[in-house]
């Protein structure tokens, strides 16, 4: 049995409510953004600043990445660091679904792991952030659903110098929009009992 399952996806995939089910059908813990942000927040960094800064890039990241940077840099890399370690502590004791924040890199060395990404169709992912944004116009969602992977992928790109979404990153890839949510819980609940 994989121990470790850490689920990173696409805005609107459904790679939340994959990695919510697979733990209600497996018995392994769930930790999501909240549950990481809480628990980093007991450690040496504000909860304020971790939620207002979360998957934040330093303004100037892609035009110079300026060493200098004093004013971005530092909070950034001491909010990514204490998710890492945070990310790091649930890894050691194993039997978890860590979605988001990186934890297939920062869990990568680890035995018994699942490295999985959602990703779905553009249409797909508009019909699903509809139900959870209903006063929100297609254009608005869409706008959101671009912004949201455009941030995800350059917070992936800066702390971990890989690519988000990057197949060679992760031990399987699946498509919510071909396979349905249901049929992703089934895949992966199979690849994790094995």
């Known amino acids: 049995m994989k121990k470790i399952v850490t689920i990173s996806r696409e805005f609107g995939a459904g790679g939340g409510t994959i990695g919510y089910r697979l733990s209600e059908e497996t018995g392994l813990e769930y930790y999501d953004k909240e549950l990481i942000l809480m628990r980093a927040g007991k450690g040496n960094v504000d909860l304020y600043s971790l939620i207002k800064w979360d ?16 004013y ?11 998710q890492k370690e945070t990310i790091q502590q ?10 988001g924040r990186n934890a297939n890199t920062i869990l990568k060395e680890y035995d018994k792991t699942l490295h999985v ?14 139900k959870e944004m209903p006063d929100q116009t297609d254009q608005q969602i ?22 988000f979404g990057d197949s060679r990153y992760y031990d399987v890839c699946l498509d919510s929009s071909r396979f349905g949510i249901d049929r992703c819980v089934e895949i ?3 690849m994790i009992l094995e």
Do not use: W
């Open 117 to 130: 990404f959602i990703h779905a169709s553009i249409d797909f992912r508009l019909a699903r952030m509809k």
């Open 55 to 70: 998957e934040s890039v330093p303004i100037n990241f892609g035009f110079t990445q300026s060493l200098f940077d004093f």
């Open 188 to 190: 992966l609940k199979e």
């Open 90 to 99: 649930v890894g050691e004791k194993g039997n978890c679904i860590i979605v």
């Open 142 to 163: 869409l706008d959101r659903i671009r912004r949201v992977d455009k941030q995800r992928k350059k917070y992936c790109t800066y702390h971990t110098h890989t690519e």
């Open 72 to 82: 971005n840099r530092p909070l950034s890399e001491r909010i990514f660091q204490a």
